[in-house]
């Protein structure tokens, strides 16, 4: 019996930054240890107390790559207990940790560190001890792809310094409880600086105080709940403009720091533009920019950008498509600015919502993915949107499941870009009521406003709000590395027959199709052969909407 096998697949080049992402943050891993237990598994340690408050109080000296200072954590007990876990990478030292003007002994396996308390601290109480430490912090090698300080220098001579680690974690430079499912409720950052310039971090700007020895310091106020890997510090020659946005909750501030050398207005109007048109088009698909309080900054730097909270990381050189290039090969991405889009769009999957563990940052990289699409989709239209998913078919590797292990703090594969966007406009497809869909998208914005969440609570409260059982579906993209295969035969009384073809048990999943040119059916499907009852079908003129589902398709 003569086969046919046609995958829904472009080509297999990658694009340009998700071979960045594979080479640097998502490295393959089979083996565990120790060390990554003590930072991805919750102990009893660690959920003994939950984080209300930091002070982040540090000094950077950049002439010696060098860091020193303090943290305090403000707690409350969830249980009673003497001892905790905090984090902090071992080349860094801890001075001491002080509780009620008294030094605690402590003690350091990898990059936790184990402190003993002089007396048991009942549940419900609120305490709080400080941390002081310094050292040399882990350099970024290629940042943001690995995490710790960017020390660069601008074509004046002037520092130009950054942090990044998301996936590395926060502890690679100060110490904290290092795990997303415990975002601490508000927070300030006070970081002192050469006098030659500046430091912008989260939040907002509450004082700056001018110190002795050369240095400035400056306290930014956090009063949104923080992941750890967001807070953030920006050291440079900055230039301050601002602007107000007029959003769905009020007047929104929006605060752009770009170095001095590179203040010109073409620069300026590129940031404001975008901003503005980013901010637009996801307040209309997302509901509000979830940081009012806080503000929304663009904030320069050498490396490409990161999502950090508040204060955006920018570095694609005041231009459009990714750092001018389109991973799409469609020409859509090069109309917007890939960093200002993207980036920004984690402010509500990464930032507001956030997963409980990194096993599931697909939450956070399949829907920001897919909000380059919505933007697209808002100010172009939904066939362009689509064309642009569809191109990015191009950077799906398929190697790994794009949900990764739990409680080891290890990602999945780097398909959670480009797969978990092409799986999410699939499952827009699917539902084919586009206001509805936009309710979902909103709906979870809402309902998890500011909130931890895993992959049950997103899958759960889509296949409700949907009204489509939308498991099997979930389970096969997310959980799984390959793709189904839709089966179809033709009997010998002509009528045509499909099934899926899946690793999942029990795989089920509606999909488009149609005879000629009109693939407009929804037909509901298994892993039995059923009919699909369409007027004039054939196996030979069967069109099958392969441009929206993301399958494979073997035609007997």
């Known amino acids: 019996m003569k086969r046919k096998l046609l995958f829904a697949l472009s080509s297999m080049l990658l694009i340009t930054s998700l071979q960045e992402v594979s080479a640097q943050l998502m490295v393959k891993k089979d083996e565990f240890t120790r060390d990554d237990s003590l930072r991805g598994n919750l102990t009893p340690l660690r959920t003994c107390y939950d984080i209300q408050y930091y002070h982040l109080d540090v000094k950077v000296d950049v002439d010696k790559k060098f860091i020193s200072g303090s943290n305090l954590f403000r707690f409350i007990a969830t249980e009673d207990f003497s001892r905790l876990q905090f984090d902090l990478f071992a080349n860094l030292k801890v001075d001491k940790v002080v509780y009620h003007g008294k030094e605690l002994p402590f003690t350091r396996e990898y990059n936790a560190v184990f402190v003993e308390f002089p007396v048991t601290i009942v549940k419900g109480k609120q305490d709080e001890f400080i941390v002081f430490y310094e050292g040399h912090p882990t350099e970024a090698k290629r940042a943001p792809w690995d995490g710790g300080f960017d020390w660069k220098k601008d074509s004046n001579g002037k520092p130009w310094v950054a942090t990044a680690c998301q996936g590395m974690g926060a502890s690679v430079w100060w110490p904290n409880k290092d795990h997303q499912s415990d975002e601490v409720d508000s927070m300030m950052i006070s970081i002192a600086v050469p006098n030659e310039v500046m430091n912008v971090s989260n939040g907002r700007l509450v004082k700056v105080e001018k110190m002795k020895d050369g240095f400035t310091k400056y306290h930014w106020k956090v009063d949104n709940p923080i992941n750890n890997y967001n807070v953030a510090i920006n050291i440079g ?37 975008n901003a503005n048109q980013t901010l637009e088009a996801f307040e209309h698909w997302f509901g509000p920019y979830p940081f009012y309080e806080d503000g929304y900054k663009l904030v320069e730097t050498s490396h490409l950008g990161m999502e950090h909270q508040s204060a955006v990381a920018y570095g694609n050189l005041f231009q459009n498509g990714y750092r001018g290039r389109d991973g799409s090969g469609t020409g859509w991405g090069k109309k917007w600015d890939f960093i200002v889009v993207h980036e920004s769009g984690h402010e509500w999957f990464g930032n507001s919502i956030t997963s409980a563990d990194l096993a599931d940052m697909w939450i956070h990289e399949s829907f920001t993915n897919y909000s380059e699409a919505l933007f697209i989709d808002y100010f172009y239209g939904k066939e362009a949107s689509q064309a642009y998913v569809h191109g990015n078919r191009n950077g799906i590797q398929n190697d ?12 999945g594969s780097g ?142």
Do not use: C
């Open 237 to 273: 020659d900055y230039i301050h403009f601002k602007e107000k946005y007029k959003g769905e909750k009020g007047p929104l501030d929006i605060d752009y720091y770009i170095l001095r050398e590179h203040d010109q207005v073409k620069n300026r109007q590129h940031l404001q533009k």
């Open 400 to 411: 790994n499941p794009i949900q990764g292990p739990y409680h080891v703090n290890k990602e």
């Open 415 to 556: 398909d959670m870009y480009p797969k978990g966007g092409v799986m999410l406009n699939m499952i827009r497809t699917i539902i084919n009521d586009d206001e509805k869909w936009r309710a979902i998208l909103r709906g979870l914005n809402s309902t998890y406003y500011h909130q931890q969440v895993d992959y049950d609570d997103i899958v759960n409260n889509i296949i409700q709000k949907s009204g489509i059982d939308l498991s099997k579906v979930f389970e096969q993209y997310v959980q799984h590395t390959s793709i189904p295969i839709l089966e179809i035969r033709q009997d010998t009384t002509g009528k045509v027959l499909g099934r899926w073809i899946s690793e999942v048990k029990d795989f089920h999943m509606p999909i488009h199709i149609g005879a000629g040119n009109n693939a407009k059916q929804l037909i509901a499907l298994d892993k039995h052969f059923k009919e699909i009852n369409i007027t004039g079908l054939n196996k030979e003129n069967i069109a099958i909407d392969t441009h929206n589902y993301y399958i494979g398709v073997l035609i007997e």
